[in-house]
């Protein structure tokens, strides 16, 4: 049905509300698809055509896709480098903890 009406425009010269209204579709779409034609063909290079359109709806979703998971690794990091530090003791006397090996008993 699109091409057929791309064609029609195309083809006839006539206006795309006139062709609209004579295949039943709202006019708007119709100068959507042809514009859309158009940039496909190379005839419109201020618009994307359906190739570019769909590389760059890929684009943005792998770009999502990877944000989300720069976030989750980002998270796991700090979690493990929170869980990967030795546990503090209470210090003892002279302010040395029993990893300096420095804590005497007295």
Known sequence: ???RAVREVRTSGRPVAHVARDLGIHKE???LWVRQAEADQGDRPDLLTT???SELAQLRKENADLRRANEILKAASVFFARSA???LRV???GG???ED???CSL
């Open 96 to 98: 040395h903890t029993e």
């Open 51 to 53: 190739a570019e359109k």
């Open 101 to 103: 090996g420095a804590w």
């Open 91 to 93: 210090s003892g006397p």
């Open 29 to 31: 779409a119709l100068r």
């Open 85 to 87: 530090r030795p546990a």
């Open 1 to 3: 049905m699109r091409e």
